[in-house]
């Protein structure tokens, strides 16, 4: 009698798809404004190259989560947090790490467009300038850069040297994101960058995050469901300073593990 051979499995082709790295290892994080506590052990990697979404109703931390990223959050001097985040292994909330260091490194953009009330070419230059770099030759080379990387230049190449305010909303935020990308960073947050656009310079400034996301992280908070599911790689939908859960983005929009997620998504609250 023969006896069939058992298949043999390919570990390779068994194999997942390679995680990527983590730019932030976010471990048991919790964070409290005096005696509030408004983030609970929070515990998620945030993933090199890729667009994480932070979604939940008003109120649920999302922008406390972020701000505590740069520990922007540390400005308000109530502040105090428990847990770690490690950035490229390290803990930022180690003492002696160099939050300077940090903010160069982990650039942010606001929900409303923040101009200096400078030219153009002055809101780009801003950040090298403090950081050094005073050659005009070589500040010509980062503002171009750095504007057709926000995709921007086209709008503004022959006017670099008039008032940022004279700007449209989506062209302002473009420059914000341009000023942020001045200083090369890593990783870019972004606090509901697009709620204060209009639908077409929305469209604008999701087109430009996707294709950032080749060169940097990118950590988005935004109300926009749809935006979430349109732009993001992952979601994390947080609720009342829990996060309640963290995974792809289809997998969460199309089934989540979580009945709160689904209530969430389904528009039963929030
Ligand atoms: N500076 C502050 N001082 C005291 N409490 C604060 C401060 N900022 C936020 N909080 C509280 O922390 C909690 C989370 O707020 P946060 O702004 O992070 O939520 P959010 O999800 O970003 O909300 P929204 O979508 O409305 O912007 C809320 O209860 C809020 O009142």
Same mark, same amino acid.
Request: hydrophobic share 35%; with cysteine; net charge negative.
């Given at each position: 009698?023969? /006896? !069939?051979?058992?298949? *043999?499995?390919?570990?390779?082709?068994? #194999?997942?798809?390679?995680?990527?790295?983590?730019?932030? @290892?976010?471990?048991?994080?919790?964070?409290?404004?005096?005696?509030?506590?408004?983030?609970?052990?929070?515990?998620?990697?945030?993933?090199?190259?890729?667009?994480?979404?932070?979604?939940?109703?008003?109120?649920?931390?999302?922008?406390?989560?972020?701000? /505590? !990223?740069?520990?922007? *959050?540390?400005?308000?001097?109530?502040? #105090?947090?428990?847990?770690?985040?490690?950035?490229?292994? @390290?803990?930022?909330?180690?003492?002696?790490?160099?939050?300077?260091?940090?903010?160069?490194?982990?650039?942010?953009?606001?929900?409303?467009?923040?101009?200096?009330?400078?030219?153009i070419y002055?809101?780009v230059a801003?950040g090298p300038?403090?950081?050094?770099i005073?050659?005009?030759k070589d500040l010509d080379i980062i503002v171009e850069k750095s504007l057709k990387d926000a995709a921007l230049w086209e @709008?503004v190449k022959?006017?670099l040297?008039?008032?940022?305010?004279?700007?449209?909303?989506?062209?302002?935020?473009r420059l914000?994101i341009a000023r942020c990308l001045a200083i090369e960073p890593?990783?870019?947050?972004?606090?509901?960058?697009?709620?204060?656009?209009?639908?077409?310079?929305?469209?604008?400034?999701?087109?430009l995050?996707?294709n950032l996301?080749e060169k940097y992280?990118?950590?988005?908070?935004?109300?926009?469901?749809?935006?979430?599911?349109?732009?993001?790689?992952?979601?994390?939908?947080?609720?009342?300073?829990?996060?309640?859960?963290?995974?792809?983005?289809?997998?969460?929009?199309?089934?989540?593990?979580?009945?709160?997620?689904?209530?969430?998504?389904?528009?039963?609250?929030?």
């Amino acid at each position: 009698m023969t /006896t !069939l051979a058992k298949p *043999v499995v390919n570990k390779q082709v068994e #194999k997942k798809p390679m995680e990527k790295n983590s730019v932030f @290892e976010v471990t048991n994080l919790n964070l409290w404004y005096g005696a509030d506590q408004a983030l609970y052990d929070i515990t998620m990697n945030i993933a090199e190259n890729e667009i994480t979404a932070i979604i939940g109703p008003s109120g649920c931390g999302k922008s406390t989560f972020i701000k /505590t !990223l740069n520990r922007m *959050v540390e400005m308000v001097p109530i502040v #105090k947090t428990s847990g770690s985040i490690k950035y490229n292994e @390290e803990n930022i909330f180690d003492s002696g790490y160099s939050v300077e260091d940090l903010r160069t490194k982990v650039g942010m953009v606001f929900q409303k467009p923040n101009p200096f009330p400078k030219s153009i070419y002055d809101n780009v230059a801003y950040g090298p300038r403090i950081h050094g770099i005073k050659k005009k030759k070589d500040l010509d080379i980062i503002v171009e850069k750095s504007l057709k990387d926000a995709a921007l230049w086209e @709008e503004v190449k022959d006017r670099l040297g008039e008032n940022a305010y004279g700007l449209s909303g989506g062209q302002q935020q473009r420059l914000c994101i341009a000023r942020c990308l001045a200083i090369e960073p890593d990783v870019i947050l972004m606090d509901e960058p697009t709620s204060a656009l209009d639908p077409i310079s929305t469209l604008k400034v999701e087109e430009l995050v996707q294709n950032l996301r080749e060169k940097y992280s990118i950590v988005i908070v935004t109300h926009n469901m749809q935006q979430a599911a349109r732009i993001s790689d992952k979601t994390a939908f947080f609720l009342n300073g829990e996060l309640v859960e963290f995974s792809d983005t289809n997998h969460l929009f199309s089934n989540p593990d979580d009945k709160r997620t689904e209530d969430y998504i389904t528009g039963r609250f929030g």
